[in-house]
């Protein structure tokens, strides 16, 4: 007994795990680690587009109906080496510096710390401990737990926590992910021939219509949710033209728009919008909209987390998880340690003391849903 929640941080942020590589290793460590608190363990792959192998585990203590999940990812966003030490965990002042110590290598860590101090037999309904990969990109092992595990899917848990960095406050709402794709086809052809046709050109248009509609989004109240903060939805535009150079006509120029769908806003409106101003350029486009999670502030779940944390009340965020992918599955809050503030960035950490707290919040909610 007595893993230590600060030890099994380090261990997992000191193995370099970010998306664009394999996270084998860390799940080698992460699925020792889980069979040594006595967790059945079900391993999930697949090979990603370039061909690195993906790991996402699904661990189950105990047996039966309505049972708990605590969810976790494993992958981090890049470590940016050239400008600190990004796998050599370091503790100063309280905090353990590393990337993934807050997004969330440590809040994964509490939920294992959590899930070793309870017995087998004590156990009413079972305890399942998620690690996906790929959540920072794609969240494809995300789907790939909730299509294909046959251990989440035989006893699929009843409530469960996505432990992303929320300071250790439940949060009930976070915004989706909207993309729409407008690609202009031209014709390339040297300028001192005079007959290339720009896709810039043709798609120059339609931009300055987009111009508009940012403005529109950023002042528009229909398209906002009060609830958030920003209650925007980050309305943003990339260019790509393929680096064409000054003295060639650019044969194709794609525009990607991005935002942050939020429930009860327009955001089906923002795509039919961007749709029809496409069309009528006659330009091609798709789109595709991650929904957003919501959960009534009521639910089962979000009280049992204020409980749980003392707090009074439960928030929003503005940045997606996996819980879209499980949400059709099981009652969900999102509720971590940490600061969202503080992950992605050169520098991450993550306070020490809300990472203790964190295992006994995990615990005290494993005791009213699983004993
Ligand atoms: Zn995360």
């Not at 353990?96 to 070793?116: H, N, Q, V, Y």
């Not at 949710?225 to 939805?233: I, R």
């Not at 503005?318 to 499980?326: C, E, K, L, S, V």
Request: include cysteine; charged fraction near 25%.
């Amino acid at each position: 007994m007595g893993l230590d929640v600060v030890q099994l941080t380090r261990e997992l942020v000191a193995i370099n795990s970010v998306s664009q590589r394999s996270n084998e290793e860390v799940s080698d460590l992460l699925e020792t680690t889980l069979k040594g608190c006595e967790f059945e363990v079900e391993r999930l792959e697949y090979l990603d587009n370039n061909g690195e192998r993906k790991v996402s585990l699904v661990g189950k203590k105990g047996d039966g109906p309505n049972g708990f999940g605590l969810f976790s990812h494993s992958d981090t966003v890049p470590g940016l080496e050239g400008e600190w030490d990004p796998f050599d965990p370091v503790i100063q002042d309280g905090r353990l510096f590393g990337r993934g110590s807050c997004d969330m290598k440590g809040p994964l860590a509490a939920t294992i710390a959590a899930g070793e101090k309870v017995n087998a037999a004590d156990l009413q309904s079972p305890l399942f401990i998620v690690v996906t990969a790929d959540e920072e990109i794609s969240s494809a092992g995300a789907r790939q737990v909730a299509e294909a595990s046959e251990l989440f899917n035989a006893e699929c848990p009843k409530h469960g926590v996505i432990a992303e960095p929320t300071r250790l406050t439940p949060v009930y709402a976070h915004k989706g992910g909207g993309r729409v794709f407008v690609t202009a086809n031209g014709r390339a052809a040297h300028t001192s021939t005079d007959k290339g046709v720009s896709a810039n050109f043709l798609i120059a248009p339609f931009l300055a219509e987009m111009a508009a509609l940012a403005e529109l989004l950023k002042t528009d109240e229909s398209f906002m949710n009060k609830e958030f903060d920003p209650p925007t939805n980050g309305f943003n535009m990339v260019l790509d033209d393929g680096g064409c150079r000054p003295n060639v006509a650019a044969a194709k120029t794609v525009c990607t728009l991005s935002f942050r769908p939020m429930p009860n806003d327009r955001s089906d409106d923002v795509i039919a919008m961007i749709t029809e101003t496409a069309e009528k350029y006659d330009l091609e486009v798709s789109s595709q909209k991650g929904t957003p999670f919501y959960v009534s502030p009521d639910a089962e779940i979000v009280q049992a987390g204020l409980k749980a944390t003392g707090a009074t009340k439960p928030g929003t965020v503005p940045f997606g998880t996996d819980a879209h992918a499980f949400k059709n599955h099981l009652q969900l809050v999102i509720l971590g340690p940490g600061d969202i503030v503080q992950a992605h960035t050169v520098g991450e950490w993550i306070d020490i003391e809300q990472l203790s707290a964190a295992v006994g919040v995990y615990q005290r909610m494993i005791e009213m849903f699983c004993t």
